[in-house]
């Protein structure tokens, strides 16, 4: 032994654990995937499709997301949606005019494996081969995948942590034989772009540095790279938001909370609804739903204070939350037209929500509304100012 990896004890010489070898230089996960063979020749698309408007959710994919209480009365034959039903796919689907990036990536997943969706359904054995135009049946599977990425299934089985973690899990499941497939979900530090793309190699550099190879949606038949530092605990991507815009640097590290694994097989589970179904919000009995919409690139922020001064509050990056019970919840960008919640506080609790504009450059409409088993609409256009109100 070398002094090295030894220490001196009283009574002689200790040996000290060997450091853990560095893993081979080159690939150390694969699964199999390939774009060229399993990814679509077609690139992710928003609100056009060869020119004609997109086909996406319907109330054919509403029952399959959340079942026969989206209709009124529950009644499956001649479904005619609930309004809160009716709501909640109609600000899907706009919402889908930025992107169906994450359907784009788990319906990929789920052919390529073949055991909960065949391409051959879709018009081809092949999912290379697949076209998307005129191919209404497969404009609203990407639809409905899409939709699925905020289901409580899916959330359930959703894996978060730095990057360094987010690195152990993908050597650790991609493998030919992995019972799951994963999509891999990044954001800009500020949240305000995002994107999903389907990892499917690691490929190890020396020096503590990775390649993750991807199929990237926004470029078809390609691999692309994204850059993992074990030493610095950092990732890094050059992205584009849609196949049209500029690529940007997307980056993160190990406090920025950028990174996400997506379970692919929950999302053709039915889950239950995030709107309310028989007049009774899903989450009534126990939390105060508070929610913005307006431009995600620019918009207020929120702040809900309790009788008790108790605060909650996403700002940027930051997360304040001293409201026992309170959760503070992120968007989920490009799809979502939501902005961060300022929280979903316990039921029966009072409140007062503050929308603060002195942060924004320009004139900002934003939307506010509060379900707790009834829905409340709020409107307010502000301009470097700020308005409060108390439900």
């Not at 005129?134 to 905020?150: F, H, I, K, T």
């Not at 987010?166 to 034989?177: E, F, G, N, Q, T």
């Not at 997506?262 to 105060?288: C, N």
């Not at 431009?295 to 990056?317: F, Q």
Request: glycine letters at 10%.
């Amino acid at each position: 032994m070398t002094g090295e990896f030894t220490k001196r004890a009283k009574f002689g010489v200790e040996a000290m654990p060997e450091p853990k070898a560095e893993p081979k230089i080159g690939i150390v996960a694969d699964s199999g995937f390939r774009p060229k063979e399993n990814g679509f020749s077609f690139d992710n698309y928003g609100a056009m499709v060869g020119g004609k408007s997109a086909a996406n959710l319907s109330k054919v994919e509403m029952r399959k997301l959340f079942g026969n209480g989206v209709c009124r009365g529950g009644r499956a034959h001649a479904c005619r949606l609930t309004p809160q039903a009716y709501k909640w796919m109609g600000e899907i689907n706009k919402g889908l005019d930025g992107g169906h990036c994450y359907g784009f990536s788990v319906t990929s997943l789920l052919m390529w494996k073949g055991r909960r969706l065949k391409s051959a359904s879709f018009g081809s054995k092949k999912v290379s081969s697949l076209k998307i135009e005129g191919n209404v049946a497969l404009q609203r599977q990407l639809a409905y995948s899409s939709a699925s990425e905020d289901s409580t299934k899916v959330a359930a089985g959703r894996i978060t942590g730095t990057p360094n973690a987010i690195l152990d899990k993908l050597i650790a499941v991609l493998k030919p034989s992995a019972p799951e497939a994963y999509s891999l979900g990044f954001f800009k530090r500020d949240y305000a772009d995002g994107h999903e793309v389907t990892p499917y190699a690691v490929k190890h550099n020396g020096g503590g540095r990775y390649d993750v190879l991807i199929y990237d949606n926004n470029y078809n038949r390609q691999t692309r790279v994204m850059k993992f530092n074990r030493t610095k605990n950092s990732w890094s991507y050059n992205a584009r938001i849609n196949p049209d815009a500029k690529s940007e640097l997307y980056e993160g590290g190990a406090s920025d909370k950028t990174l996400s694994l997506d379970p692919a097989s929950p999302s053709v589970q039915q889950s239950r609804a995030p709107f309310a179904v028989d007049g009774l919000s899903a989450h009534a009995a126990s939390k105060t739903e508070v929610s913005l919409k307006g431009s995600l690139n620019e918009h207020a922020h929120s702040l809900l204070t309790d009788g008790k001064g108790y605060r909650t509050s996403i700002v940027g990056e930051k997360t304040v939350n001293h409201i026992a019970g309170a959760d503070p919840v992120p968007p989920r960008p490009p799809r979502s037209t939501r902005l961060p919640s300022p929280s979903t506080p316990p039921a029966g609790i009072r409140f007062t929500l503050t929308i603060d504009g002195r942060g924004i450059r320009a004139s900002a409409r934003t939307g506010v509304e509060v379900n707790a088993g009834f829905v409340a609409h709020f409107q307010a256009a502000l301009r470097r100012g700020s308005v409060t109100f108390t439900p």
